[in-house]
């Protein structure tokens, strides 16, 4: 019996693949995640977690108990933003949203979500 994954981002990336994002996210100011919907894994980059003081760079649960960074007036939105990107055929969209940082203030974050399907068999 076979299914469908999907995700914003493997979150196993091959050796390549990690050697970059690391190397990407150690020199950028922007803040860059990987978000595997299926699993509900999101990893931040440094910058974000320390910015918006999150508990470690992986998180797991995100979507379903709350974008906690994200200013709770906009987490519905964006809730029905991801929900409405990831039924799409769009392979990008533009997000802007207030985020809570580590020092208690909010900041207005506009950010481009990219969308790589992965779509692998599961075998019983």
Known sequence: MGGARMSLFDINPDREEAFLYKAVSSICSDYLYIWDLEEDILLASPNMVSDLGLDGNRMTNCF???IKWIHPHDRERVRELYRTFIRSD?????LEYQALTADGNYIWLSGREKKNVTIREKHC
């Open 90 to 94: 769009e392979d990008s969209q533009n």
């Open 64 to 66: 379903h108990s709350g």
